[in-house]
């Protein structure tokens, strides 16, 4: 009788330095830097950050599919505060585990992380990503 005590394949990084734990948080981190890549082209065009994710797809960088909330694994929480010019984006996983970490970031552009309940400014910024900074 054999025992399979790991029920899927180990993650393999998709780049060197790569946090993720999962392709779940891969795809989730993904669409983070997209995100926030496409933040930035927006205000250097408008002087301003988009305030809603549709907005966000006259960058040309992200698509009308992006701007819906549900990515799989994970739900997209945005908001804007205008008033200020600033932003945040939460993504949410739909099952909380340890390949399921809950992200974070705002216009300062750190992605930040957190194991149980939702990510927010206070939690600790991701390490290892090689993405960031460019």
């Known amino acids: 009788m054999t025992a399979f005590t790991v ?10 330095g790569d946090p993720a734990r999962s392709d779940s ?4 981190l993904g669409y983070m830097r997209t995100f926030l890549r496409a933040q930035r082209i927006f205000k250097k065009k408008n002087s301003r950050y988009a ?22 694994d994970y ?5 804007s505060h205008k008033e200020k010019d600033t932003f945040e984006i939460t993504m949410l996983p739909k099952q909380e585990d340890t390949m399921h970490r809950s992200f974070f970031s705002d216009e300062q552009g750190k992605i930040r992380a957190e194991e149980q ?7 600790p910024v991701l390490k290892a990503d090689s993405e960031s900074g460019g």
């Open 7 to 16: 029920a899927q394949v180990a993650y393999q990084p998709k780049f060197k």
């Open 51 to 72: 305030t809603s994710l549709l907005e966000l797809t006259k960058t040309g960088s992200f698509t009308r599919r992006m701007a819906g909330t549900d990515r799989g």
């Open 75 to 79: 739900t997209v929480k945005f908001h």
């Open 25 to 28: 948080e891969a795809a989730a």
């Open 117 to 123: 309940g939702e990510a927010s400014e206070s939690s």
